[in-house]
């Protein structure tokens, strides 16, 4: 039997006072009974009461799990969150006032016209809402310190709560509607939350019934085939649902349905969602999400690998060893002082500031970065020895260096999280270990980081492969230019909140840095929900030895008619980044935009250009002719190879997080930038551009970079080719569009190589195809080579002299990767 409950019965059972905490877990046979009922599968299970000890231990490890361990509710900083929690706990009770379509008057969740638009994304959404306030609510009531601990008024309003929802939604005789998401996911991910919290407060009936609903929402079936929602971090969170159904409902069935359903998540995939060899992570099948979805898995699986240890259920997939290796392999290269890059967060980038909130940014890349060193450390507990204490000396340095957001401040982590976090950070036993530097290139999601001391940069591309960007759910409706080749970049103590400062809501969306775009208006989602656009081009990529790169990208332009190659070489100070073929005929401008700086609220940094200081003052542009080189104060130098004519702009530039994201707030913000773009003009034909990077840098240095012509040789930039040599550091990179010669390299058809020589007499050749589509491909290295010393199985012939010549077997199955060739030079 179900209950719905009127404004005056909640008002009187929920006039009780407070008691004593009283939360235990225990075996508690009548529940059991009752739950078993729901599902034939649990039968076993219940007949013993060993069994019983098995979900009741498990009840009291997911508690724990949700609430923490291992800190005082009254040191800080978590006497004032808990403080927080039980005040908006307490609002949530008060405002509660529950009604046939809601449980809270601004959550109204019955749709007048249930379907999947946008607007019934919506009335499902604020059910899920409204199930966290709920979840707020328990733990209010199950935390020390919040003012509410095991207060009965809140007790009773939970209880309340749950029979509502219930009767008037959640439950077996219901229909889904809006996001699939909610239903699956949001919705009982959070109702089980609360059920294991207030197992003690419940009856067997109630139990009972909201086990009933999971099961009618997210049947065995979810987890049938990986395929469809059912992937990647989906499916790890249908597993969580499925293990936490079986533990509050007594199902040993229901358990081991989802450990085992979490294994096809483990194995590395070719296509598709998950995890690629190469340490891309994809979700909705052509967006790299390793800072969002990829995120989510991370922590699901850190949870669960936990929860079950030492059970009857322990996850023993040996591919569980492909998501530990994951850390170092996927996450790590994304992570920088605390914050996951936005290059591989998708639609996150838009969420901001909801609507309304009182203040205070909710998510970015910082906040989101905090939730994944939380989920490394809890990962941890899983891994070898050696793996955990590495981990932590990770996690414990990108505490100490995020000096922007702070991350024993954040706003955005829970408590348990924050409590790992803060057990590291006042370890004395561990040692903070530094950024990690290097280069590393990931194909099969068209995306690179390139690492060095004092800075770090990423790179954003897209393919027939990978998308544009992702849109969907109203959100993200401006990204349309982020995989045009968006090049980000931060320092060690300096811009590390140049893309959290309300970057997204306020640059310029057709200026994005490092990209070629033309100016052509694009509509709010142009292209398409879920990454529908992608460009109809393969030849995206680079290769590397983990140090230096070469990387290129064929651009073609969203709902647009612009052609480009663009290239980046990253180095040891700089990257160079050359552009090539641009071509256009929408009728507008094109522009490739050298940098788009946040300055901030108030930012006046000092711009030098060959030397003379520009105005500080706003609004300000100039075409600066001849330009050799510039500088931001503060930030990094720009340099011209062979003079260059750039526009420049100073600017205050307004916007509104619901201006890209239409749940976020209308809250004008304010912001001031500096650009600096090369002006195609319109309808370019075979316009070029280069450029050099120079992060951190100052005036000096910058002016005698610019000043030292020999310093990058340009060797070819055109719409067949691009290429640089380096002779200080003995590197030679070249983007082959087409088969031909450039400088003493030639290759027989397209291809990515790098070459450094050493000064111990050797050199590495580094050779991909970024294509994919080579069967054969023979390179020639006009050098004197005295013998090969190492070579992959894909060089099927190799001769030495005058002049090296390699001849490549069929690439075409290696997936973007660089194969790497050394040589004993002659």
Same mark, same amino acid.
């Given at each position: 039997?179900?209950?719905?409950?009127?404004?005056?019965?909640?008002?009187?059972?929920?006039?009780?006072?407070?008691?004593?905490?009283?939360?235990?877990?225990?075996?508690?046979?009548?529940?059991?009974?009752?739950?078993?009922?729901?599902?034939?599968?649990?039968?076993?299970?219940?007949?013993?009461?060993?069994?019983?000890?098995?979900?009741?231990?498990?009840?009291?490890?997911?508690?724990t799990l949700i609430l923490g361990e291992g800190f005082s509710p009254t040191a800080e900083p978590f006497r004032t969150k808990l403080a927080a929690l039980g005040a908006r706990a307490g609002e949530y009770r008060?405002?509660?006032?529950?009604?046939?379509?809601?449980?809270?008057?601004?959550?109204?969740?019955?749709?007048?016209?249930?379907?999947?638009?946008?607007?019934?994304?919506?009335?499902?959404?604020?059910?899920?809402?409204?199930?966290?306030?709920?979840?707020?609510?328990?733990?209010?009531?199950? *935390?020390?310190?919040?003012?509410?601990?095991?207060?009965?008024?809140?007790?009773?309003?939970?209880?309340?709560?749950?029979?509502?929802?219930?009767?008037?939604?959640?439950?077996?005789?219901?229909?889904?509607?809006?996001?699939?998401?909610?239903?699956? /996911?949001?919705?009982?991910?959070?109702?089980?939350?609360?059920?294991?919290?207030? %197992?003690?407060?419940?009856? =067997?009936?109630?139990?009972?019934?909201?086990? *009933?609903?999971?099961?009618?929402?997210?049947?065995?079936?979810?987890?049938?085939?990986?395929?469809?929602?059912?992937?990647?971090?989906?499916?790890?969170?249908?597993?969580?649902?499925? /293990?936490?159904?079986?533990?509050?409902?007594?199902?040993? =069935?229901?358990?081991?349905?989802?450990?085992?359903?979490?294994?096809?998540?483990?194995?590395?995939?070719?296509?598709?969602?998950?995890?690629?060899?190469?340490?891309?992570?994809?979700?909705?099948?052509?967006?790299? %999400?390793?800072?969002?979805?990829?995120?989510?898995?991370?922590?699901?699986?850190?949870?669960?690998?936990?929860?079950?240890?030492?059970?009857?259920?322990?996850?023993?997939?040996?591919?569980?060893?492909?998501?530990?290796?994951?850390?170092?392999?996927?996450?790590?290269?994304?992570?920088?002082?605390?914050?996951?890059?936005?290059?591989?967060?998708? *639609?996150?980038?838009?969420?901001?500031?909801?609507?309304?909130?009182?203040?205070?940014?909710?998510?970015?890349?910082?906040?989101?970065?905090?939730?994944?060193?939380?989920?490394?450390?809890?990962?941890?507990?899983?891994?070898?020895?050696?793996?955990?204490?590495? $981990?932590?000396?990770?996690?414990?340095?990108?505490?100490?260096?995020?000096?922007?957001?702070?991350?024993?401040?954040?706003?955005?982590?829970?408590?348990?999280?924050?409590a790992r976090l803060k057990a590291v950070a006042d370890d004395t036993s561990v040692t903070a270990i530094a950024e990690p530097t290097g280069h590393r290139l990931f194909p099969s999601m068209a995306r690179a980081?390139?690492?060095?001391?004092?800075?770090?940069?990423?790179?954003?591309?897209?393919?027939?492969?990978?998308?544009?960007?992702?849109?969907?759910?109203?959100?993200?409706?401006?990204?349309?230019?982020?995989?045009?080749?968006?090049?980000?970049?931060?320092?060690?103590? %300096?811009?590390?909140?140049?893309?959290?400062? =309300?970057?997204?809501?306020?640059?310029?969306?057709?200026?994005?840095?490092?990209?070629?775009?033309?100016?052509?208006?694009?509509?709010?989602?142009?292209?398409?929900?879920?990454?529908?656009?992608?460009?109809?081009?393969?030849?995206?990529?680079?290769?590397?030895?983990?140090?230096?790169?070469? /990387?290129?990208?064929?651009?073609?332009?969203?709902?647009?008619?612009?052609?480009?190659?663009?290239?980046?070489?990253?180095?040891?100070?700089?990257?160079?980044?050359?552009?090539?073929?641009?071509?256009?005929?929408?009728?507008?401008?094109?522009?490739?935009?050298?940098?788009?700086r946040n300055l901030g609220l108030s930012g006046a940094h000092t711009f030098t250009v060959n030397g003379t200081v520009k105005p500080v003052s706003h609004p300000w542009s100039e075409t600066l002719t001849g330009?050799?080189?510039?500088?931001?104060?503060?930030?990094?130098?720009?340099?011209?190879?062979?003079?260059?004519?750039?526009?420049?702009?100073?600017?205050?530039?307004?916007?509104?997080?619901?201006?890209?994201?239409?749940?976020?707030?209308?809250?004008?913000?304010?912001?001031?930038?500096?650009?600096?773009?090369?002006?195609?003009?319109?309808?370019?034909?075979?316009?070029? %551009?280069?450029?050099?990077?120079?992060?951190?840098?100052?005036?000096?240095?910058?002016?005698?970079?610019?000043?030292?012509?020999?310093?990058?040789?340009?060797?070819?930039?055109?719409?067949?080719?691009?290429?640089?040599?380096?002779?200080?550091?003995?590197?030679?990179?070249?983007?082959?569009?087409?088969?031909?010669?450039?400088? =003493?390299?030639?290759?027989?058809?397209?291809?990515?190589?790098?070459?450094?020589?050493?000064?111990?007499?050797?050199?590495?050749?580094?050779?991909?195809?970024?294509?994919?589509?080579?069967?054969?491909?023979?390179?020639? $290295?006009?050098?004197?080579?005295?013998?090969?010393?190492?070579?992959?199985?894909?060089?099927?012939?190799?001769?030495?002299?005058?002049?090296?010549?390699?001849?490549?077997?069929?690439?075409?199955?290696?997936?973007?990767?660089?194969?790497?060739?050394?040589? *004993?030079?002659?």
């Amino acid at each position: 039997m179900t209950r719905s409950w009127s404004r005056r019965t909640f008002l009187r059972t929920t006039g009780g006072t407070a008691l004593a905490l009283g939360p235990t877990a225990g075996p508690l046979p009548a529940h059991q009974a009752v739950a078993a009922s729901a599902s034939a599968s649990s039968s076993a299970a219940m007949a013993s009461s060993a069994a019983a000890d098995d979900f009741s231990a498990l009840r009291a490890k997911w508690r724990t799990l949700i609430l923490g361990e291992g800190f005082s509710p009254t040191a800080e900083p978590f006497r004032t969150k808990l403080a927080a929690l039980g005040a908006r706990a307490g609002e949530y009770r008060s405002a509660m006032a529950p009604a046939t379509g809601s449980l809270w008057p601004d959550l109204v969740w019955a749709d007048p016209e249930p379907d999947t638009d946008q607007e019934s994304f919506g009335y499902s959404a604020r059910l899920v809402d409204s199930l966290n306030r709920l979840n707020t609510m328990a733990q209010a009531y199950c *935390r020390q310190g919040t003012g509410l601990t095991g207060n009965a008024a809140l007790r009773d309003a939970v209880v309340t709560g749950l029979d509502h929802i219930h009767a008037r939604v959640y439950n077996e005789n219901q229909a889904r509607y809006g996001n699939w998401w909610s239903w699956q /996911i949001g919705g009982p991910q959070a109702l089980l939350d609360v059920c294991v919290l207030m %197992y003690d407060q419940l009856s =067997a009936t109630q139990i009972a019934d909201h086990c *009933r609903a999971v099961d009618h929402f997210v049947p065995d079936s979810a987890v049938a085939a990986y395929t469809g929602t059912s992937t990647g971090a989906n499916r790890v969170d249908l597993c969580r649902v499925l /293990i936490l159904r079986g533990i509050v409902g007594g199902s040993a =069935a229901k358990i081991a349905l989802g450990r085992d359903a979490l294994s096809p998540v483990f194995p590395y995939v070719t296509t598709g969602d998950g995890l690629y060899a190469d340490g891309s992570f994809v979700q909705h099948g052509t967006i790299p %999400y390793t800072g969002s979805y990829g995120a989510v898995m991370l922590g699901g699986l850190g949870a669960l690998f936990s929860l079950l240890a030492g059970s009857g259920w322990a996850v023993t997939d040996p591919g569980r060893q492909i998501v530990l290796d994951a850390v170092e392999n996927a996450w790590a290269p994304f992570l920088y002082n605390g914050l996951i890059m936005d290059g591989v967060s998708g *639609r996150a980038i838009s969420r901001g500031i909801a609507a309304g909130a009182a203040s205070g940014v909710q998510a970015d890349d910082h906040l989101r970065g905090h939730g994944i060193l939380a989920s490394i450390l809890l990962l941890g507990q899983g891994a070898s020895a050696t793996e955990n204490a590495r $981990w932590r000396g990770l996690v414990k340095g990108w505490i100490q260096r995020d000096y922007y957001s702070p991350p024993l401040s954040s706003p955005s982590l829970g408590l348990e999280s924050l409590a790992r976090l803060k057990a590291v950070a006042d370890d004395t036993s561990v040692t903070a270990i530094a950024e990690p530097t290097g280069h590393r290139l990931f194909p099969s999601m068209a995306r690179a980081t390139h690492r060095r001391p004092g800075w770090a940069a990423s790179i954003s591309m897209a393919s027939k492969r990978i998308s544009y960007y992702e849109t969907g759910n109203g959100e993200n409706l401006r990204g349309w230019h982020t995989g045009s080749g968006m090049l980000y970049w931060w320092g060690d103590t %300096y811009a590390n909140g140049q893309y959290s400062d =309300a970057f997204w809501p306020t640059v310029d969306p057709y200026r994005l840095p490092g990209t070629t775009a033309s100016r052509k208006t694009l509509a709010d989602g142009a292209g398409g929900d879920w990454g529908a656009a992608k460009p109809d081009v393969n030849w995206v990529g680079g290769a590397t030895d983990g140090t230096r790169a070469a /990387i290129g990208q064929y651009l073609r332009g969203l709902q647009s008619t612009l052609m480009a190659k663009k290239s980046w070489f990253c180095l040891d100070d700089s990257v160079v980044c050359l552009g090539a073929g641009i071509t256009c005929t929408d009728g507008t401008a094109v522009e490739s935009v050298v940098e788009n700086r946040n300055l901030g609220l108030s930012g006046a940094h000092t711009f030098t250009v060959n030397g003379t200081v520009k105005p500080v003052s706003h609004p300000w542009s100039e075409t600066l002719t001849g330009a050799t080189w510039a500088h931001i104060g503060g930030m990094g130098g720009y340099v011209f190879p062979g003079g260059a004519t750039v526009k420049a702009l100073r600017e205050e530039r307004t916007g509104r997080w619901s201006d890209i994201n239409r749940s976020m707030s209308t809250t004008a913000l304010t912001r001031r930038y500096l650009t600096l773009w090369a002006d195609h003009g319109t309808n370019p034909s075979d316009a070029t %551009y280069a450029y050099v990077l120079m992060p951190g840098a100052n005036t000096t240095q910058t002016a005698a970079r610019a000043a030292d012509s020999g310093w990058v040789q340009i060797l070819a930039n055109t719409d067949d080719q691009q290429g640089v040599r380096v002779p200080s550091l003995g590197f030679t990179g070249v983007n082959f569009w087409f088969g031909g010669t450039v400088g =003493a390299l030639t290759a027989s058809a397209p291809c990515c190589v790098m070459i450094t020589e050493k000064s111990d007499g050797t050199a590495v050749i580094c050779v991909s195809d970024p294509m994919r589509m080579q069967t054969s491909l023979s390179l020639t $290295w006009n050098r004197a080579v005295a013998s090969v010393t190492s070579r992959p199985s894909t060089v099927t012939g190799a001769s030495t002299g005058s002049s090296l010549n390699l001849t490549f077997g069929d690439l075409s199955g290696t997936a973007g990767a660089t194969q790497r060739i050394t040589v *004993r030079l002659g």
